[in-house]
Structures are given as structure tokens and as C-alpha cells.
């Protein structure tokens, strides 16, 4: 089974993979940026309280010694509360103070900068203390008056900035299927929207067949490619329909110009051979040219008759016909000439199979079928005509077992004047015509046909016309209605 | 028998005269409408064969002029034209018969010989050939006193046959009288049905009464005529 392929489909499909794609990129960079953010306003704080403590406690260290910087800081910061690490060293590399909770961190770092700024361009880093979260310290260097400068270093956690983090994924990987599942039907609905029209000219263009070329698609007043698609669609119909025309009209005023040479032939041959002053042999050659004469204008009336079929004939008149009787009547006034070549031809139908359809042209279907069926069924054959009733199909199957036909020959045996080798071979005559009329006539009637068939191994043929809803089951249809 | 042929084509209209002539008819051909509207005035006729494409008058407004005069001739028309609308507006308009082009001169000549036999059709209930009998009332048939079995359908050929004792059928206006219009076509039916009419009526007999007259049809008859 092949699936149908819709436009909507793959859209919506690749919609939503692409917009995965950005979904993903946008969380990523959202989480690192947010990341980065929240680590660099650490910073900033943790930088900010170096300074304070550099400039408003360590600055009067001289004065007033290092127990007073020790209170002042654990007043004023309480580090221990705040989870903060505070730690100054003196240019020696002793230290001054420490906060209990900073015994742990690294040495304090090298501080290249020696110029005579009173500060240092703080340095960074992040440590990880023995089974301790991450943590940002900024670290400073402070001169007191000359000479090497203290070293000021502030920590912070980074638990909170993960917490923040954490908070931000658990709202991006909760919102994901929401907003997945919103846009796609979002998109669903949108690109039904958009493709809608373009359902339409493909229902219309179904409707469209060779009866009623006059048909147009609708063309929504949008000004897109859809109003420009079925624009495009229609000129193309009306090219074909020009086309049609010619050839159809074409095909009937040549068929009525033979019609008098026709009758000039046949007239002058008869009246050669009333006369009958030529020898037998002359004779025999004028009957043999007025036997062709009459191939050809059996020849001349098929093709004005299909003309006029595929013109939609409209003087058609198509009455309820009891389906199982027309095709056995026939079946049975066929039966001498299946008999004459010791072929057995039986017929088999359902009853209560009723079609409307022209009762002339519907048992030219079974006369040319079985014509047919006889023609290319050799001695001692058997053919045999079936009509049951679908739900709302009659159907016609007309079997034989006779030479069948090739596979070559298959696809085309419904159109005119096509002869297949078998055909040609058997030297069988006819006006070639017979099933393209078949076609015709079914096409007419809304019918249709098909050949199942294999070389020697006989064919089916088998016709499907729209069937008429037998009266009981109209009847108790109208109850139910009421 | 007088009759009016009112044709613009030159070699239908020749070889329709030869023919006509030959069996004993007094033809007047003519190749227009205002001609033949002419003619018809002044000469009675037996019968008018007209054509419908005619230059000046159509065919359809001489047959309407006929009819306003009032006349009872026997109108056939001749036509290339065979769409249902038209055989209907003629038949309106007072034709008597519509014999489509190309036709077969034996099938016109049948049709010539229906038109003016009108008036006293031979309605008689037993037709005779020879020793051959065919009786329409009791639906039965004999040779030389003898009963011979028909079907139906053999029955209807040799009764259509018979009515036309002497004349050429083609196949095409046997099948329109004895089948229907669908079985256009498929002459070959024709050919089986003689063929079996023959084993019945002709073959344990000296003298052979059907004859196949190649290209045209058959005919029933003495001496093969």
C-alpha cells in the first residue's frame, strides 16, 4: 500500500522538527547566558564587598590593629551567617584574618601587579573546597601606604545560581511539550487553512471528464499561487477542450463527407452488377469492392455514433431498464451465431438488477461484447454471462476461454481501430470498433469497463454501470424518511 | 409510375435514375429545391425522393411547401443526415420514409416499392412461392405440402423475405425488420440465420428459392430473381 503523500503532512512534520531545533538551541543558550549572568552579578558583589572591606575596615588596620579588623568584619559581614568566606593576607603572605568557613580555600594568588595603584585589578576564580559546593572567590590587592599590597579575597557560594538555574530548566523542559504540541496544531489548523482551496480544485478537477470539458475549476479571489494555480489549470482545461472539440467535430464532418461517395460507390457497383453484362470474374470483384464498401460505412456510422456519444450526446433518452433480461434477450438472440461455430454461450442474472440507461446503446455494450467473445473463441468454446447486483453497481462479466489476449495488447484493446498481432493473425474482420464503442456508450452512462485476460487462457470482460435502487428498498427508504 | 428526384448531388442523382429507369419508372431529377418546388407544381407525381442539403430551398422547407398544397404523394427522404432531432422534425413535417446515406440502391428500391404498394397492401394471410407456403396466421410453413419447423426469429426472415418476393434485402434493413437497431453492425447474424433457413427450406430441394446476391444481400425468388 502506498500511503497518500500530503503537502500538510510533511510541512507540519518538518514545522516542528525545525522548531525543536530552535527550541533546543534557544534553551541552551538562555541556561548558559542566564548562567553567565547570574555568576558575573556574583562577582560583581562578591568584588563590591572587597572593596568595601578593603576601603572602610582594612584601611585603618595601621591605626587600629588587627583585632579591630577581625570585629569589624565579623560585625558588619557575619560571613559565617551569610555563607561568605572572607580572608586578608598581608604582603608577607600571613593572614591577617580569615572567616572560620575559609580555612579551606587555596593560597591566595600571586598578584602580578606591583604599579602604585592604591588597588589591583581584582582576580577571579572558582574553588572547590574539600565536599563543598562550587564557590566564586575575587580577590584583591590593597596598599597601605608603600609597598607590597594586603590581599583581600571574598567568596560566595554558587548554590544559589544553581537553584536559579535548576528552576529555569525544570520551566523550559516542562513548557516544551505544551509549546511543541500548541504549534503544531497551531500550524495544522493554518496550513488547513491555506491549503483548503487547493482541495477543492482537486475535487472539482476529479469531476472534470471528457463529457464535461465545459467544466471549470473554481478560483478563489485570493490573488496567491492558488488563484494563479487554478487560472493556470483552467486555461489548460480550455485548451483541451478546444482540442477535443476539433478532433470530435473533425471525426463527424469527415464521417458525413464519406457518406455521399459512399453512396455514389455503392449505387454505380449495384448497378454494374444488376446489369450483368461483365464476365463472372468482374462480378466477383465487384461484389468483393461493395463488400468492402459496406465495412466502410459500417466504419463511417461507428465513429459518427462515438462522435457523437463523446459530445455527450444529448438526445439520449435513458429509460429504467431491467438489466438481467436486456443482456440474456440478447445473449439468447446471439446464441445461432455461438452455435454456428459450436461455441456454448450461457447467460446467468440476478433479478431486480435495474439501470437507466438507453436501451438501443446498452445492448450494443452486450451485442459487441459477445460479438467479440464469440469472434476469438475457437470450436468447442464456452462463453458465459453473468449479471449480478452490487450495493449500488450492476455488474455485467461476459468469460470465455478462448485465444485471450497478450499483455501488449491488453492496454489498448479499447481503443479504435486497434488490432493486436493475435488479431491480425487470425485475419478476423470487423470495423475495429466494436470495444472502443463499448467504452463509449459505458463512458455515457457513467459506466465503465475492464479486461482481465492472459494469452490462451481466455478474457473477462467486465462492465459496471451505476444501478438504480430497487423499488422495494426505495419504498422502505421513503417509510423511514417519514 | 411517375416519380420526382430532387437531389444537388450530380452522381447519386445518375445513378438513382439508371436504376429507377431500368425497373420501369418515369424519373424527373432535378438538382434544386426552387426546381423541384417547380416540378411538383406542375406535374403529378407518384412519389418524391428528396434530399435535405439542397442549394436555395432546403429539403425540409420543399417537404413543408409539398405538404401545405395539401398533396398525398409519398415523400422519402435521402439524407447524410441521421441525428434522431432531424428524422423526428422530417417525420413532423409529413415523410413518409428516411433512408440514410450511404444506403444500398436494392434497400431504396424496396423502400420506393413499400411507399407506392400503400394504398392495397397485401395483407393475404398465406404468402406462396413456388411449392414454398408460409401461412402468418397459424404461424407455420410448407414445402411441397410439407411442414417445415421454424423459430421465430426464422420464421419473422422468411416471412420479411417473402413479403419482398423478388427483391435484393440487404442486411442492414433485413436486420432493422427481423432484429432492432442495436444489432447494426453485426451482419453476420444475417449470414447464420440464411444459412439455417437454407437447411430447412432449400436443401432437400431441386429447386433453390434463396439467393445470396454477394455485397448487397439476399433475396427469395423463382429462378433466383
Known amino acids: ?482 | 409510375m411517375r416519380i420526382l428526384l430532387v437531389e444537388d448531388e450530380e452522381k447519386v442523382s445518375r445513378f438513382i435514375v439508371r436504376g429507377l429507369k431500368a425497373e420501369g419508372y418515369a424519373v424527373d431529377a432535378v438538382s434544386d429545391g426552387k426546381t423541384g418546388q417547380e416540378y411538383h407544381s406542375s406535374y403529378s407525381y407518384d412519389l418524391v425522393l428528396l434530399d435535405l442539403n439542397l442549394p436555395g430551398i432546403t429539403g425540409t422547407e420543399l417537404l413543408q411547401h409539398i405538404r401545405r398544397g395539401n398533396t398525398k404523394v409519398p415523400v422519402l427522404i435521402l439524407t447524410a443526415r441521421d441525428g434522431i432531432a432531424d428524422k423526428v422534425h422530417n417525420f413532423e413535417s409529413g415523410a413518409d420514409d428516411y433512408l440514410t446515406k450511404p444506403f444500398s440502391f436494392a434497400e431504396l428500391l424496396v423502400r420506393i416499392k413499400a411507399l407506392l404498394r400503400r394504398g392495397p397492401v397485401d395483407r393475404s394471410s398465406v404468402l406462396r412461392i413456388s411449392d414454398l407456403e408460409l401461412d402468418r396466421v397459424a404461424h407455420q410453413v410448407r414445402r411441397q405440402e410439407k411442414r417445415i419447423e421454424l423459430t421465430s426469429k426464422e420464421f419473422s426472415l422468411l416471412e420479411y423475405l417473402m413479403v419482398n418476393t423478388g427483391r435484393v434485402l440487404s442486411r442492414t434493413m433485413i436486420i432493422e425488420h427481423v432484429w432492432d437497431q442495436s444489432f447494426e453492425g453485426l451482419t453476420n447474424i444475417v449470414d447464420v440465420y440464411i444459412r439455417q433457413l437454407r437447411k430447412k427450406v432449400d436443401e432437400t430441394h431441386e429447386q433453390k428459392l434463396i439467393r445470396t446476391v454477394r455485397g448487397v444481400g439476399y433475396s427469395i425468388g423463382l429462378n433466383g430473381a
Open chain 1, 1 to 482: 500500500m502506498k500511503h497518500p503523500r500530503s503537502i500538510r503532512a510533511r510541512l507540519i512534520t518538518l514545522y516542528v522538527v525545525s522548531l525543536l531545533l530552535i527550541f533546543v538551541c534557544f534553551g541552551g543558550y538562555t541556561y548558559w547566558g542566564f548562567k553567565r549572568y547570574l555568576i558575573q552579578s556574583l562577582q560583581q558583589t562578591l568584588l563590591r564587598r572587597a572593596h568595601q572591606i578593603a576601603s572602610t575596615i582594612l584601611v585603618d588596620l595601621p591605626q587600629k590593629g588587627e583585632n579591630y579588623v577581625a570585629t569589624e568584619i565579623q560585625a558588619r559581614y557575619a560571613p559565617e551567617l551569610n555563607e561568605r568566606f572572607i580572608r586578608i593576607t598581608d604582603p608577607s603572605g600571613r593572614i591577617v584574618y580569615t572567616s572560620h568557613n575559609a580555612s579551606e580555600l587555596s593560597p591566595p594568588p600571586v598578584l602580578l601587579s606591583s604599579g602604585s595603584q592604591v588597588e589591583t585589578e581584582p582576580i577571579r576564580r572558582e574553588e572547590i573546597p574539600r565536599s563543598k559546593e562550587y564557590l566564586q572567590v575575587v580577590a584583591i590587592g590593597y596598599r597601605i601606604g608603600k609597598g607590597a599590597p594586603y590581599i583581600v579575597e571574598v567568596g560566595g557560594p554558587e548554590s544559589e545560581i544553581f537553584t536559579a538555574l535548576d528552576g529555569l530548566l525544570v520551566t523550559l523542559i516542562l513548557g516544551f511539550p505544551v509549546f511543541i504540541v500548541l504549534t503544531s496544531v497551531g500550524a495544522y489548523l493554518l496550513l488547513g487553512r491555506a491549503l483548503r482551496p487547493v482541495d477543492e480544485i482537486v475535487r472539482s478537477a476529479e469531476r472534470i471528464t471528457l463529457q464535461n470539458l465545459s467544466l471549470r475549476l473554481p478560483v478563489p479571489a485570493t490573488g496567491d499561487e492558488v488563484e494563479r494555480l487554478s487560472l493556470a489549470l483552467n486555461r489548460m482545461i480550455q485548451r483541451l477542450d478546444n482540442a477535443f472539440q476539433l478532433t470530435s467535430r473533425f471525426t463527424a464532418d469527415a464521417s458525413h463527407e464519406l457518406r455521399t461517395p459512399l453512396t455514389i460507390m455503392r449505387g454505380e457497383l449495384e448497378a454494374l452488377l444488376k446489369e450483368g453484362k461483365l464476365s463472372e470474374d468482374q462480378m466477383a470483384q465487384i461484389e468483393s469492392v461493395l463488400e468492402e464498401a459496406e465495412r466502410l460505412t459500417h466504419i463511417v456510422e461507428g465513429l459518427l455514433l462515438m462522435s457523437r456519444l463523446e459530445a455527450g450526446e444529448s438526445q439520449m433518452v435513458k429509460d429504467p431498464v431491467d438489466f438481467a433480461t436486456l443482456v440474456c434477450t440478447t445473449a439468447e438472440q446471439m446464441t445461432p451465431l455461438a452455435e454456428d461455430k459450436s461455441v456454448s454461450l450461457d447467460c446467468e442474472a440476478a433479478p431486480d438488477v435495474t439501470v437507466m440507461a438507453n436501451e438501443i446503446r446498452l445492448k450494443q455494450v452486450v451485442i459487441n461484447l459477445l460479438d467479440n467473445a464469440i469472434k476469438y473463441t475457437p470450436e468447442g468454446g464456452k462463453i458465459t454471462v453473468k449479471v449480478t447486483g452490487e450495493l449500488s453497481w450492476a455488474i455485467l462479466e461476459v468469460r470465455d476461454n478462448g485465444i485471450g489476449i497478450s499483455e501488449e495488447a491488453l492496454p489498448h484493446v479499447f481503443e479504435r481501430f486497434y488490432r493486436s498481432e493475435q488479431v491480425q493473425a487470425r485475419k478476423a474482420r470487423g470495423t475495429g470498433l466494436g470495444l472502443s464503442m463499448v467504452h463509449s456508450i459505458l463512458e455515457a452512462h457513467g459506466g465503465a469497463v475492464a479486461v482481465e485476460s492472459r494469452e490462451n487462457q481466455g478474457a473477462m470482460f467486465r462492465v459496471r454501470l451505476p444501478r438504480l435502487e430497487p423499488q422495494g428498498a426505495r419504498k422502505r427508504n421513503n417509510t423511514r424518511a417519514e
